[in-house]
């Protein structure tokens, strides 16, 4: 059974971990928090995930950041604009199960990320570093195989306005930023593509953030009841006993952002069919706390309706003698789950700044703390392979 501490260290937003330098096995731990899959924890299926990529080894918790070199630019990224009037989301559920629904299942199912952490330099401007994309395929059988890849994303201003200002600056290159006590290398080019070495055999798929382990069968009988749902991915239980012993870091684990994080990884890593999905995203959407925000532009310039629930300023720490205190961040932030506005389909989500306050204290809200996006899932008949087109101009 997991210590408290041990589960909340898990549940902590993957931008928020990570103090310092650390050992390797903690930055990879850190930085299966943040990075597209395994976001709160490397380890699945009893094996340790190996993250290649040469990012990898800097520690990921985001702060103010000073510029020092490297090479950044690209095509702006899309800022985000919200509708006024929130957007009814019945006829895009309904959407999502029709259009899923004229794609059979196949004999792999693959999945392609990208995440990306922003950092303020220097000159007062925003890029994205620590970023990195993956591409993840599982065999339906078992003993078909699973795969994981990795490739490096350079760094690069994160939205229009920052893309201006890194211009006026010269558009200095940008390979390491200031990360707290510090510094976090950033890709300064593309990496290739490389493969994770494990032994897993496939037939399965696991939703990080929960004990749930489906078989595609299993994935494709899962009940259509928004309550039995919201018991199986969105609300962890807690011990009564632990409950009693740490009270406010029970709670914390069901804080309605981490509803709304938990909902991310089931929408991200398993094969959910249409009538499920539509189901989940239904419970999600009647949560507490959690609430509809309209339409929204994602990085990769598509619109979306987002869901969200904002986290509170802080989170739960182990203090002098074990007891357990609230550590204030000065901030609090939303986190944002995004949805194709024309069928449904899971885009992915993003840690949004809601009150500027503490390293943010210069940003304005609406300001990308961090995204994992779902570039691209689905089902085929032959062994998938990663793209090479790149996900940014």
Same mark, same amino acid.
């Given at each position: 059974?997991?210590?408290?501490?041990?589960?909340?260290?898990?549940?902590?937003?993957?931008?928020?971990? /990570?103090?310092?330098?650390?050992?390797?096995?903690?930055?990879?731990?850190?930085? /299966?928090?943040?990075?597209?899959? *395994?976001?709160?924890?490397?380890?699945?299926?009893?094996?340790?995930?190996?993250?290649?990529?040469?990012?990898?080894?800097?520690?990921?918790?985001?702060?103010?950041?000073?510029?020092?070199? =490297?090479?950044?630019?690209?095509? @702006?990224? *899309?800022?985000?604009?919200?509708?006024?009037? @929130?957007?009814?989301?019945?006829?895009?559920?309904?959407?999502?199960?029709?259009?899923?629904?004229?794609? *059979?299942?196949?004999?792999?199912?693959?999945?392609?990320?990208?995440?990306?952490?922003?950092?303020?330099?220097?000159? !007062?401007?925003?890029?994205?570093?620590?970023?990195?994309? &993956?591409?993840?395929?599982?065999?339906?059988?078992? !003993?078909? =195989?699973?795969?994981?890849?990795?490739?490096?994303?350079?760094?690069? @201003?994160?939205?229009?306005?920052?893309?201006?200002?890194?211009?006026?600056?010269?558009?200095?290159?940008?390979?390491?930023?200031?990360?707290?006590?510090?510094?976090?290398?950033?890709?300064?080019?593309? =990496?290739?593509?490389?493969?994770?070495?494990?032994? #897993?055999?496939?037939?399965?798929?696991?939703?990080? !953030?929960?004990?749930?382990?489906? &078989?595609?069968?299993?994935?494709?009988?899962?009940?259509?009841? *928004? $309550?039995?749902? &919201?018991?199986?991915?969105?609300?962890?239980?807690?011990?009564?006993?632990?409950?009693?012993?740490?009270?406010? =870091?029970?709670?914390?684990?069901? #804080?309605? $952002?981490?509803?709304?994080?938990?909902?991310?990884?089931?929408?991200?890593?398993?094969?959910?069919?249409?009538?499920?999905?539509?189901?989940?995203?239904?419970?999600?959407?009647?949560? @507490?706390?959690?609430?509809?925000?309209?339409?929204?532009?994602?990085?990769?310039?598509?619109?979306?309706?987002?869901?969200?629930? #904002?986290?509170?300023?802080?989170?739960?720490?182990?203090?002098?003698? !074990?007891?357990?205190?609230?550590?204030?961040? /000065?901030?609090?932030y939303r986190e944002v789950l995004l949805f194709d506005r024309k069928t449904g389909e899971y885009l992915g989500d993003e840690a949004v700044l809601v009150k500027p306050g503490g390293r943010y204290r210069t940003r304005k809200p609406g300001f990308v703390l961090h995204y994992e996006l779902l570039r691209g899932s689905g089902w085929t008949n032959k062994k998938p392979s990663p793209p090479s087109k790149l996900p940014f101009h």
């Open positions: 059974m997991k210590d408290i501490m041990q589960e909340l260290a898990e549940a902590r937003p993957g931008h928020l971990s /990570g103090a310092g330098r650390v050992g390797e096995e903690v930055r990879r731990s850190e930085l /299966g928090r943040a990075f597209s899959q *395994p976001r709160e924890a490397v380890r699945r299926r009893g094996h340790a995930r190996r993250l290649v990529p040469a990012v990898a080894a800097g520690a990921v918790a985001v702060t103010a950041a000073v510029l020092v070199a =490297g090479t950044g630019g690209g095509t @702006p990224t *899309p800022r985000r604009s919200t509708t006024a009037a @929130p957007f009814r989301g019945d006829s895009v559920l309904l959407a999502a199960a029709d259009v899923a629904a004229k794609q *059979p299942m196949g004999e792999y199912w693959y999945t392609n990320q990208l995440s990306g952490l922003s950092f303020v330099v220097k000159g !007062g401007y925003a890029i994205t570093c620590a970023h990195m994309e &993956t591409f993840e395929w599982t065999a339906v059988k078992a !003993g078909g =195989g699973h795969l994981f890849y990795g490739r490096d994303l350079p760094a690069r @201003p994160l939205a229009a306005e920052d893309e201006a200002a890194w211009r006026k600056a010269g558009s200095p290159s940008i390979s390491q930023v200031w990360n707290t006590d510090h510094y976090t290398p950033c890709a300064t080019k593309a =990496g290739s593509w490389k493969p994770d070495i494990n032994h #897993d055999k496939g037939g399965s798929f696991f939703v990080p !953030g929960t004990a749930v382990e489906l &078989t595609a069968a299993e994935a494709q009988h899962l009940p259509t009841d *928004p $309550a039995k749902l &919201t018991k199986m991915f969105l609300v962890r239980d807690v011990n009564p006993a632990r409950a009693k012993m740490d009270p406010v =870091g029970s709670k914390w684990l069901n #804080d309605p $952002a981490h509803v709304v994080r938990n909902a991310s990884y089931a929408f991200a890593n398993a094969p959910l069919p249409p009538k499920v999905r539509a189901a989940l995203m239904r419970a999600l959407a009647a949560q @507490p706390g959690v609430r509809n925000l309209g339409t929204m532009t994602d990085p990769l310039g598509r619109r979306a309706i987002a869901f969200g629930a #904002d986290w509170t300023d802080g989170r739960p720490d182990r203090g002098r003698g !074990g007891k357990v205190v609230w550590t204030k961040f /000065g901030y609090t």
